[in-house]
Every structure is written in structure tokens, then in C-alpha cells.
């Protein structure tokens, strides 16, 4: 990244995960900062739990950067206001005490952190790359926060990671940020060639043109600067599939390693196949699960912002860099998989796309520590489907597949032909060394050409043009709501409430009384609840506590339950 020209705006870095991705996007800031080039960093990350573990890992980095005083790094979360390490207390009229109150200056520099539209006028902001996105939305204020993100070296990190009408979006404000003279980085660790030949709108080479590209490397506009690697430094990670997905089959294997002294990763496609895991592990085994307060549970998105940012705390604190040797089981779902720095000693996974898979074993041997006996080596064991993946096109189980034959597609993961590529690779290579074989591996699950061939073998032609128009859906529809500044300054924007950073719906979020306690003995504010059960609320309702331990309540019609499992609908418990 040092010998990369700073007169190269845009910058493209592929590396395997863990292989200081960040460091490098802090030194390519450094340079330009101190050539007065750029002035500010935004920082984005694909989720909430990364932005807040990245936040603090930078803002540490700072100190060793800047002459005293360093700039503190703004977590760039809605809701939440943290400069640093101090945070802010919302008062009335827009007003913020700050807990440290050091005084009038140090509450100026801090102006950045107290509301979300403020957040890309901080000198260094790290937060999820939704708040870059929102200045390339027909939006209020997308105008101030574009403009204020021109100062910036914009970095998004895992810009694999999004999907069509996320990744149009990015485009369209990457575009008018370059235009005004701004400086962008995007990192991945797989990036496949439709995506990166997008971004650096080239022509999308063939599949044996693809698997031959360098890996790692750096990209600009026009040239490619391969990274050398020591053969030493491959991560050889053996790597089965298992036909059975239970929550108890998933457990069983996790009890197995962790009795024998492992720290256990589990990742699941879906909160509900996490629960059953989960249930399964502390039934067998309690004392070997994650605990928060002195109370096993996992990590998933159906808890309230206050116990989420305990549950990425703790996290961090069992399977962190600098976290003790001890046999442990984590669970969780796509929440654990990205720019996470965690380090497990074997991972269980259910079966993915290629990409998100290797995002996952990126969690694995991160970093160089003691591992137990019989771990010395990293191991994953995918989940899959006990049948043949041919259902999938028609219905869909654990977050791979479709929903019905109709016009419109829906699921988590619904490209099946780059899941049965995905799978095909896992049985004929058990043994997958990192970073070596990723372009293979990442091209043969995601390249068009092998995309159709796997579709053409298994009759699949139909469902991958519905798949393929879906996508192709998706970016237009991102293009009628992205803000062109290239085009007069416009006198109204459309209705901003339907306008998204990310395709959803999204469901009612309720507003608890003060006072109100959650299952880790922690005060809690609001909780957001699925739109699969928001369909007959209208967001204005008031709850209505049943009981408090476990706290248990009413909105509209339905009940619910919150406890250290997360939150569930009363029939389910």
C-alpha cells in the first residue's frame, strides 16, 4: 500500500482476512493526511458489532499517529453518541453531556458524534458503510453529508459484502465522491471478478483469465500490483461437509471440541436454527457456552442495542487477540462473520455462498497462539441438507433457497448454483490453504461462466434467469432513488421513508418504559422486532408488561419474550 501513487484516487485491495487489511487503510490514510491530500477518514464496516469493535482498535492506533492531542474516533452509529472513549447522554433540545465533561472545547470537537447527520464531519468516523450511503440518497441532508465526505479518504471494508441494490448505491456515491476530488479505498478478502471489474468498470475477463488474476494484490484504475507471500504464512484449514443441519447435531459437535479444550465458533444462516443450537449446548453443557453476566447466550440480531453492544464486548473478550486460552463454545449467525477480529480454534458452519464461507473460516487460526491438542491445525465442518439441493429452487430451509415459484424471489442466500459450486469445492478439496487457493476458489463459486454450467447440469437454467433478474431488478431500482449530483440541485425529494440504504421491510420497533430491565441486568430502551411480526402494527403501540423475569410482553396482539436467548414470539418459547 506504501508504494501505492497518491495521486491514485481509487484503490482496490484484496487479501485474505487477517492479513492487515486495516493497518494498511491507516498507513494509505496517513500518507495522504500528511501530504494534505485528504483531512478526515470515514471508515465503513458492513455491521454495527465490526464498527464498534473497529472504533475502539483505531481510536488506540491514533495516539501513535498524531502528535498530542490525537483526534479522537467517532462511532458512527445512529443513537448512539461516542467520541473516543467518552460517551454522550442525549438531553432535551439537542443538547449532549458528555461523561467525561473536560470542558466548552473538547464539546466542540465532539459535535460530529451527537446525531447521525453529523457523523461524516468528523476528522476520523467509523461506522457501517449505510451512513456513506445516505449521501447518495434522495434523502435530507444527503447534500451536507456528501459534501462533508470529500474531505475524506472513504474506506468501505468487505465491499463484497453487499448486495445489488446496496453495491448500485455505493457506485453512485463513490462516483460523485471521486468527482469532487475525494480519495476512496475498497477492501475485500473475496472479491470475485464480476464485482471487481464493476467497480473498476472494465470488461469482465473469463473464468480461466479470473482464476489466474494475482491474489493478494492491489488494484487502481488501470494496473494491478500482485503482493507477495511467503509460503510459510498459508493457513491450511481441513475442511468437510456434513449431510444434517440440526440444532442438536450442530451442538453435539460443538460439545465434542470444546470438552476437548477448543474455542468453538458455531455460525448459523438463521436466528431460529442459532436458538435450537444454543438450547441444544446449554442443556448438555452450560458451563461451556458463552456467558454474559453469569448467563449462557449467543449472539444474534434480536437483542436490544444495549445488550448487543455488551454481547460484542464479550465476545471479543473470549475469542479476542489478547483473550485467555480456554475451552469455550460461541454461537451466533451472520453477525460474527464479518471484519470481526476473532480468533476460534474450529469453526461449525452451515453451507453458504463461497464469499460469506470464507469470511467465516476467516475467523479461524487469526492469530499466532498455543492451540489445544488435536486444533493445531484449523478445521471447519459445513452443514448441509440432508437431500439433494434441487428443493431449493422451490423452497427454501435454514436461509438457502427460495420461497415458491412465484415471479418474485425471497431468502437469505438464494443463488442455489453458487451453492452447489460452493459444495462441490468443499468435497473434492479437503484440504484449503489461505491465502493460496482463495481466487480459485472464490471464481469457481461466483464467475458467470461456472454459474452456468452448474445450472445447465442440474436444469437449473430457469431459476438462475430469475435469479439473475432479480439482480438486475435490484440495481434499477437503486438507480431511481440514488441522488445524481451531476444534475440540478433539486427543489423536493421523493418520499424518504421508503427510501432504504437496504431492501426489507422493516418492522415496528417499541419503546419501553424507563426502568426496564433486560436479561443481563442491564437497563434497556427499545427492541426492533422482525417485519414478519410487525405486519399488523403500525409502530405506535405502547407495550404491555406481563411479567419481568424473564421480561415478558404484549404489542397489539402479540406476545413476546425477552431473554438471554434474544427475543421470541410466545408460541415459540
Same mark, same amino acid.
Given at each position: 500500500?506504501?508504494?501505492?501513487?497518491?495521486s491514485?484516487n481509487?484503490?482496490?485491495?484484496e487479501?485474505?482476512?487477517?492479513?492487515?487489511?486495516?493497518?494498511?487503510a491507516?498507513?494509505r490514510?496517513a500518507?495522504?493526511y500528511?501530504?494534505?491530500?485528504? /483531512?478526515?477518514l470515514?471508515?465503513?464496516?458492513?455491521?454495527?458489532?465490526?464498527?464498534?469493535?473497529?472504533?475502539?482498535?483505531?481510536?488506540?492506533t491514533?495516539?501513535?499517529?498524531?502528535f498530542?492531542?490525537?483526534?479522537e474516533?467517532?462511532?458512527?452509529?445512529?443513537?448512539?453518541?461516542?467520541?473516543g472513549?467518552?460517551?454522550g447522554i442525549?438531553?432535551?433540545?439537542?443538547?449532549?453531556?458528555w461523561d467525561?465533561?473536560?470542558g466548552?472545547?473538547?464539546?466542540?470537537?465532539?459535535w460530529?458524534?451527537?446525531?447521525?447527520?453529523?457523523f461524516?464531519?468528523?476528522?476520523?468516523?467509523?461506522?457501517?458503510?449505510?451512513?456513506?450511503?445516505?449521501a447518495?440518497?434522495?434523502?435530507?441532508?444527503?447534500?451536507?453529508?456528501g459534501?462533508?465526505?470529500?474531505?475524506s479518504?472513504?474506506?468501505i471494508d468487505?465491499?463484497?459484502?453487499?448486495?445489488?441494490?446496496?453495491?448500485?448505491?455505493?457506485?453512485g456515491v463513490?462516483r460523485?465522491?471521486?468527482?469532487?476530488?475525494?480519495?476512496?479505498?475498497?477492501?475485500?478478502?473475496?472479491?470475485?471478478?464480476v464485482?471487481?471489474s464493476?467497480?473498476?468498470?472494465?470488461p469482465?475477463?473469463?473464468l480461466?483469465e479470473a482464476?489466474?488474476?494475482?491474489?493478494?494484490?492491489?488494484?487502481?484504475?488501470?494496473?494491478?500490483f500482485p503482493?507477495?507471500?511467503?509460503?510459510?504464512?498459508?493457513?491450511?484449514v481441513?475442511?468437510?461437509?456434513?449431510k444434517?443441519?440440526?440444532g442438536?447435531?450442530?451442538?453435539a459437535?460443538?460439545i465434542?471440541?470444546?470438552?476437548?479444550?477448543?474455542?468453538?465458533?458455531?455460525?448459523?444462516?438463521?436466528?431460529?436454527r442459532?436458538?435450537?443450537?444454543h438450547?441444544?449446548c446449554?442443556?448438555?453443557?452450560?458451563?461451556?457456552?458463552?456467558?454474559?453476566n453469569?448467563?449462557?447466550?449467543?449472539?444474534?440480531?434480536?437483542?436490544?442495542?444495549?445488550?448487543r453492544?455488551?454481547l460484542?464486548?464479550?465476545?471479543?473478550?473470549v475469542?479476542?487477540? /489478547?483473550s485467555?486460552?480456554?475451552?469455550?463454545i460461541?454461537?451466533?449467525?451472520q453477525?460474527?462473520?464479518?471484519?470481526l477480529?476473532? /480468533?476460534?480454534?474450529?469453526?461449525?458452519?452451515?453451507?453458504?455462498?463461497?464469499?460469506?464461507?470464507?469470511?467465516?473460516?476467516?475467523?479461524l487460526h487469526?492469530?499466532?497462539r498455543?492451540?489445544?491438542?488435536g486444533y493445531?491445525?484449523?478445521?471447519a465442518?459445513?452443514?448441509?441438507?440432508?437431500?439433494?439441493?434441487?428443493?431449493l429452487?422451490s423452497?427454501?430451509e435454514?436461509?438457502?433457497?427460495?420461497?415458491g415459484?412465484?415471479?418474485?424471489?425471497?431468502?437469505?442466500?438464494?443463488?442455489?448454483?453458487?451453492?452447489?459450486?460452493?459444495?462441490?469445492?468443499?468435497?473434492?478439496a479437503?484440504l484449503?490453504?489461505?491465502?493460496q487457493?482463495?481466487?480459485?476458489?472464490?471464481?469457481r463459486a461466483?464467475?458467470?461462466?461456472?454459474?452456468?454450467?452448474?445450472?445447465?447440469?442440474?436444469?437449473?437454467q430457469?431459476?438462475?434467469?430469475?435469479v439473475t433478474g432479480?439482480?438486475?431488478?435490484?440495481?434499477?431500482?437503486?438507480q431511481?432513488?440514488?441522488l445524481?449530483?451531476?444534475?440540478?440541485?433539486?427543489?423536493?425529494?421523493?418520499?424518504?421513508?421508503a427510501?432504504?440504504t437496504?431492501?426489507?421491510?422493516?418492522?415496528?420497533?417499541?419503546a419501553?418504559? /424507563?426502568?426496564?430491565?433486560?436479561p443481563?441486568g442491564?437497563?434497556?430502551?427499545?427492541?426492533?422486532l422482525?417485519?414478519?411480526?410487525?405486519r399488523?402494527l403500525?409502530?405506535?403501540?405502547?407495550?404491555?408488561?406481563?411479567?419481568?423475569?424473564?421480561?415478558?410482553?404484549?404489542v397489539?396482539?402479540?406476545?413476546?419474550?425477552y431473554?438471554?436467548?434474544?427475543?421470541?414470539?410466545?408460541?415459540?418459547?
Amino acid at each position: 500500500m506504501a508504494g501505492t501513487s497518491l495521486s491514485e484516487n481509487l484503490v482496490i485491495l484484496e487479501a485474505e482476512t487477517g492479513a492487515g487489511k486495516t493497518e494498511a487503510a491507516l498507513w494509505r490514510f496517513a500518507q495522504l493526511y500528511e501530504n494534505g491530500t485528504v /483531512d478526515s477518514l470515514y471508515f465503513a464496516v458492513p455491521t454495527r458489532a465490526a464498527a464498534r469493535q473497529l472504533q475502539g482498535r483505531i481510536d488506540k492506533t491514533l495516539q501513535s499517529m498524531f502528535f498530542d492531542p490525537a483526534p479522537e474516533a467517532v462511532l458512527a452509529i445512529p443513537g448512539q453518541a461516542v467520541s473516543g472513549e467518552a460517551h454522550g447522554i442525549r438531553l432535551p433540545a439537542f443538547e449532549v453531556k458528555w461523561d467525561d465533561d473536560t470542558g466548552n472545547e473538547s464539546r466542540a470537537k465532539r459535535w460530529a458524534a451527537e446525531h447521525a447527520t453529523r457523523f461524516l464531519a468528523a476528522q476520523i468516523a467509523v461506522g457501517t458503510v449505510d451512513q456513506a450511503m445516505m449521501a447518495g440518497l434522495q434523502v435530507k441532508h444527503a447534500h451536507l453529508r456528501g459534501s462533508a465526505l470529500s474531505r475524506s479518504l472513504l474506506v468501505i471494508d468487505e465491499v463484497h459484502a453487499s448486495d445489488a441494490w446496496m453495491t448500485e448505491i455505493q457506485r453512485g456515491v463513490l462516483r460523485d465522491h471521486l468527482a469532487l476530488g475525494g480519495h476512496a479505498l475498497l477492501m475485500s478478502a473475496t472479491l470475485g471478478a464480476v464485482a471487481r471489474s464493476a467497480w473498476r468498470e472494465t470488461p469482465l475477463p473469463s473464468l480461466p483469465e479470473a482464476e489466474q488474476t494475482p491474489y493478494p494484490a492491489v488494484w487502481t484504475k488501470d494496473d494491478c500490483f500482485p503482493v507477495h507471500t511467503d509460503d510459510g504464512a498459508q493457513k491450511e484449514v481441513a475442511i468437510t461437509a456434513h449431510k444434517g443441519w440440526s440444532g442438536e447435531e450442530a451442538a453435539a459437535m460443538a460439545i465434542s471440541a470444546a470438552r476437548g479444550g477448543a474455542r468453538v465458533l458455531v455460525i448459523r444462516n438463521t436466528v431460529d436454527r442459532a436458538r435450537e443450537t444454543h438450547a441444544a449446548c446449554v442443556d448438555e453443557a452450560p458451563d461451556l457456552v458463552l456467558q454474559l453476566n453469569d448467563t449462557p447466550t449467543l449472539h444474534h440480531s434480536r437483542f436490544a442495542a444495549e445488550d448487543r453492544a455488551l454481547l460484542d464486548a464479550r465476545v471479543e473478550a473470549v475469542l479476542g487477540k /489478547d483473550s485467555p486460552a480456554q475451552a469455550v463454545i460461541v454461537i451466533g449467525t451472520q453477525t460474527l462473520e464479518q471484519s470481526l477480529d476473532i /480468533d476460534a480454534d474450529i469453526l461449525i458452519t452451515d453451507l453458504c455462498p463461497m464469499d460469506v464461507l470464507l469470511q467465516r473460516i476467516g475467523r479461524l487460526h487469526r492469530h499466532n497462539r498455543s492451540r489445544p491438542e488435536g486444533y493445531e491445525q484449523a478445521s471447519a465442518v459445513v452443514l448441509c441438507p440432508e437431500g439433494e439441493l434441487d428443493r431449493l429452487t422451490s423452497e427454501p430451509e435454514n436461509g438457502l433457497g427460495t420461497y415458491g415459484r412465484n415471479t418474485t424471489l425471497s431468502g437469505v442466500y438464494l443463488d442455489v448454483p453458487g451453492l452447489a459450486a460452493t459444495l462441490h469445492e468443499i468435497e473434492t478439496a479437503p484440504l484449503w490453504r489461505i491465502p493460496q487457493m482463495n481466487r480459485r476458489l472464490v471464481e469457481r463459486a461466483t464467475h458467470p461462466e461456472r454459474l452456468d454450467e452448474i445450472a445447465a447440469q442440474h436444469g437449473w437454467q430457469d431459476y438462475r434467469r430469475r435469479v439473475t433478474g432479480k439482480i438486475i431488478a435490484e440495481t434499477m431500482g437503486a438507480q431511481n432513488v440514488i441522488l445524481d449530483r451531476r444534475e440540478a440541485f433539486p427543489c423536493t425529494f421523493p418520499n424518504e421513508e421508503a427510501i432504504r440504504t437496504r431492501l426489507g421491510e422493516s418492522g415496528a420497533v417499541v419503546a419501553f418504559p /424507563d426502568g426496564t430491565v433486560g436479561p443481563f441486568g442491564t437497563p434497556i430502551s427499545t427492541l426492533a422486532l422482525p417485519a414478519h411480526w410487525s405486519r399488523d402494527l403500525t409502530g405506535d403501540e405502547s407495550p404491555e408488561i406481563i411479567t419481568t423475569s424473564p421480561l415478558t410482553f404484549r404489542v397489539g396482539a402479540t406476545g413476546l419474550v425477552y431473554d438471554a436467548s434474544g427475543l421470541t414470539r410466545l408460541e415459540e418459547t
